[in-house]
Each structure stands twice: as C-alpha cells, then as structure tokens.
C-alpha cells in the first residue's frame, strides 16, 4: 500500500513539474502576434513543419468581403483559433489560444511562470512596431499596440494558470 501510495505521489509530481513549464505565450508570439491581421501569413505560419492546421472553416475561396476561420496548433500542443473578416482594403483578425483543446492535448493544465510573463512583454515590444501601452489589472494584461496602419491588442490572464490570452488585430491594407 505504502509502495503504491508512493509510486502515485511520484508520478503526479513529475507530471505537475512537467506541466509547470507548458506556456503558450512564446507560441502566441510566434503566431498570434507574428502573423497580426494578415490573413496570408497567418495561414503560411499555421502550415510551416510542426504545425497542423485544420481549415474546414477557412473561405479561401470567397469572393472579398469574406470571414472565416481555421484552427492552427503548434509543435507544444498548443492551439490557437483564427477568425477573420477580409474587407479587401481592411482585415480584422482574433487569434485566441484555444484552453480546453490545448489542456486536452498536454493531458494538464498550461502555466505560465513570473519570467515567461517578462518574456512575453519583451517579445512583443519586439516583434512589433509602433507605440505600445500596458494596462494591469487584478485579471491579467492588456496590451496596446499602435501602428502606422494597423493596431492590436493582445490581453493575458493573470496568474499561474493561462484561462485567455488572445489577440486582436486591425490593418488597413495597402
């Protein structure tokens, strides 16, 4: 009893020390923030090796204005949900990290830690450009993002455990 009892206590601590480093935000970076409001890009980023992407809802085919949306998931089991109205001249894209498919996938819960927050922040200032303002609340993060013909804002929960994060992206086209 004592042996099974544990062999049970060791098996969930590795799996919770396993799970503590599985956080979606470097992911959301690479997809969400990287790909913004371009539709295209965001489709070749969701097809690049390690990627799966299931586009049975993706209007490719459409005449302009169009909205769809495709699923996308990343090499770490982390999925992503895209949707999308393409006005021609104007685009809006929600890029949202899909929790329950994600945490499905990992067989846990995602976290993320203090530093990976940090990174987050840094990452974003780089990855994009234009002015960004922060706004903290007990909730989580909200970012604002400013450029010269499009702007974003990408909110993080607060917190250990990552229950929304999600991007929100506009352009003129040009």
Same mark, same amino acid.
């Not at 206590?9 to 970076?29: D, G």
């Not at 409001?37 to 969701?46: M, P, Q, S, T, V």
């Given at each position: 009893?004592?042996?099974? @009892? #544990? ?12 799970? *503590?480093? =599985?956080?979606?935000? $470097? ?5 969400? +923030?990287?790909? *913004?409001?371009?539709? !295209? ?7 690049? $090796? ?23 998931? =990343?090499?770490?089991?982390?999925? @992503? ?7 021609? &001249?104007?685009? =809006? +894209?929600?890029?949202? @990290?899909? +929790? ?10 995602? *976290?993320?830690? *203090?530093? !990976?927050?940090?990174?987050? !922040? ?5 990855? +994009?450009?234009?002015?960004? &303002?922060?706004?903290? &609340?007990? @909730? ?31 352009? #003129?086209?040009?």
């Amino acid at each position: 009893m004592k042996r099974a @009892f #544990l062999s049970m206590v060791l098996l969930s601590s590795t799996h919770s020390v396993s799970l *503590a480093s =599985s956080c979606p935000l $470097p992911a959301m970076i690479d997809f969400c +923030v990287t790909g *913004a409001a371009d539709i !295209e890009r965001l489709r070749e980023l969701a097809e690049r $090796p390690g990627w799966t992407k299931d586009a049975s809802t993706d209007r490719v085919d459409r005449p302009i204005p169009r909205s769809g949306s495709f699923t996308a998931t =990343s090499p770490d089991g982390f999925a @992503f949900a895209v949707f999308y109205q393409d006005y021609g &001249s104007f685009a =809006s +894209v929600t890029c949202t @990290f899909e +929790v329950m498919s994600s945490i499905g996938a990992l067989g846990g819960t995602t *976290a993320c830690g *203090a530093q !990976e927050a940090e990174t987050f !922040e840094t990452d974003l200032k780089t990855a +994009v450009t234009g002015e960004i &303002s922060k706004q903290t &609340s007990d @909730f989580g993060n909200g970012f604002m993002i400013r450029g010269e013909s499009m702007w974003m804002r990408a909110v993080v929960s607060a917190g250990g455990g990552i229950t929304s994060a999600w991007t929100d992206s506009h352009a #003129l086209k040009r």
